[in-house]
């Protein structure tokens, strides 16, 4: 199955995102994955119609494969940032996946989510926050955790409530002073992006 080339995706038609859906949802490991795929492709062109099947990609965070898992917490970000009401059910796939063992691409997608999820309202950033801390502390220094850093920069410009901010600050502050090279400079902007909204 294939679709058009597109700038920055690939263009399906309506059948074959049909076809695609069910396939996510389905029972073959490989069909799922590969539905996923494309879909996150499609997604880059195409956001309205990811928007329209996130009931779908909430009930794939389920799906005992990493790719599938990682690829539907890509395309809930996403859609995060279009139509926040649409990823709240999201949550707990998102949580489960957070402290996946196997994957790091899971992790970090969960991470991702939570970050964007943290942003919808004030209410959604007091539950995402204690997750995202201890991310934070159980992933300091593993390899994602540059890109858990630039998903935590969009985190601390969302609309915080003033406890999630004072403990975003006290969590960062000590890499802010004493950490080294990314660290630091990503803990310090990150430092000062919630002050300046305070």
Not at 49 to 63: G, R
Request: charged share 25%; with cysteine.
């Amino acid at each position: 199955m294939s679709g058009k080339k597109g700038d920055t995706g690939i263009v399906l038609t309506m059948d074959m995102r049909d076809i695609l859906v069910d396939r996510l949802l389905g029972t073959n490991r490989r069909m799922r994955q590969n539905a996923a795929h494309m879909l996150a492709q499609a997604s880059k062109t195409d956001i309205d119609y990811i928007v329209s099947v996130a009931d779908a990609l909430i009930d794939a965070l389920s799906s005992p494969e990493a790719q599938t898992r990682w690829e539907c917490l890509d395309m809930l970000s996403d859609i995060a940032m279009v139509a926040p009401q649409k990823v709240l059910e999201a949550y707990s796939g998102a949580e489960d996946a957070l402290f996946d063992d196997l994957s790091a691409s899971v992790r970090l997608a969960a991470f991702r989510f939570l970050c964007r999820y943290g942003t919808i309202s004030p209410d959604c950033a007091d539950r995402a926050w204690p997750l995202i801390d201890e991310a934070i502390q159980c992933y300091h220094g593993d390899p994602e955790y540059r890109e858990m850093l630039a998903s935590l920069k969009g985190f601390a410009q969302g609309d915080l409530g003033e406890e999630v901010r004072a403990a975003l600050v006290e969590r960062m502050s000590y890499d802010a002073k004493n950490g080294r090279g990314f660290i630091r400079a990503y803990s310090a902007d990150i430092c000062t992006l919630v002050k300046e909204r305070a």
